[in-house]
């Protein structure tokens, strides 16, 4: 008899600040209770939007500014 838990599917519309600091932290609480699936329509992995417009005055790059690389997402 197979006694692994089936992980719940989670889905994330929208890849702002708050929402992926949620998923940081039901990651740090339940890493392997959710599959998790976020969507969102700016080619960027997640950012700092208060930094914005820094980066938008051209004082810091939008590298500086991302909180979770691509490689998180994995």
Avoid: C
């Amino acid at each position: 008899m197979d006694m692994r838990v089936r992980k719940q599917k989670l889905v994330m519309i929208g890849n702002g600040m708050a929402g992926v600091r949620t998923l940081e932290e039901l990651i740090k609480v339940a890493p392997e209770l959710y599959d998790i699936s976020v969507f969102g329509a700016e080619p960027h992995p997640n950012y700092n939007r208060i930094l914005l417009s820094p980066v938008l005055a051209g004082e810091q790059t939008l590298d500086e500014i991302v909180l979770n690389s691509w490689d998180w997402y994995n």
